[in-house]
């Protein structure tokens, strides 16, 4: 065999043996980040346990039942209370110092969560279901107080907000009178020199 061929297929297999090594670098280094996103994702890790919760809330026994409910109410007030504050700063309505009381209403639910967890945890049946009593009215007051400020929120957005909805009805209005009154002109034909009025 030619020298200079073989010295030609050794750079080729070496170049190739070289790009497969980066791409398989790449790849790993690609899933490593990859997982690592998933990993410290928080609305995944939310998605995750609340699908777990939702579990539980109808196979557990009674009192695991009825913790795991307690838990899921606590994440969705936090949620909706979260979401209702995002979207009254998206409308640019007054929320005043509402984003520190939203601050502090999650980090309580949190809290409450923690506990809930605990509880869940309990091996004790009996003591288990004492926890889950105590903190079931933390839990219907944490709802109280997240819907009383959805609805402040809510309340506060509306007043502010101008009234789209009746600027686009009237300017309709308008546009639908011009396009009568168009069409009425035009449906008796043009105007013609010697034509009464």
């Not at 790849?27 to 980040?33: D, I, S």
């Given at each position: 065999m030619d020298p200079e061929l073989v010295e030609l297929l050794g750079r080729v297999l070496l170049i190739g043996v070289g790009a497969?090594?980066?791409?398989?670098?790449?790849?790993?280094?690609?899933?490593?980040?990859?997982v690592r996103r998933i990993r410290r994702s928080r609305r995944l890790r939310r998605g995750l346990d609340r699908g777990r919760l939702t579990v539980r809330s109808v196979a557990a026994d009674d009192v695991g039942r009825q913790v795991a409910r307690l838990r899921l109410q606590v994440q969705r007030s936090s949620a909706a209370t979260e979401r209702a504050l995002a979207a009254a700063e998206l409308r640019a309505a007054p929320v005043g110092a509402v984003v520190p009381v939203v601050e502090g209403l999650r980090q309580a639910g949190e809290q409450l969560d923690r506990e809930l967890a605990l509880a869940e945890s309990e091996p004790d049946a009996e003591l288990r279901s004492m926890w889950a009593g105590l903190l079931a009215d933390k839990v219907t007051e944490h709802q109280r107080v997240s819907a009383a400020l959805r609805r402040s929120l809510v309340d506060a957005a509306a007043s502010a907000a101008p009234d789209q909805l009746g600027r686009a009805a009237d300017h309709a209005l308008i546009e639908v009178?011009?396009?009568?009154?168009?069409?009425?002109?035009?449906?008796?034909?043009?105007?013609?020199?010697?034509?009464?009025?």
């Open positions: 497969l090594a980066v791409i398989g670098l790449l790849g790993v280094a690609a899933t490593w980040y990859l009178e011009a396009l009568t009154t168009w069409s009425r002109t035009y449906r008796t034909g043009p105007f013609r020199p010697g034509q009464a009025a």
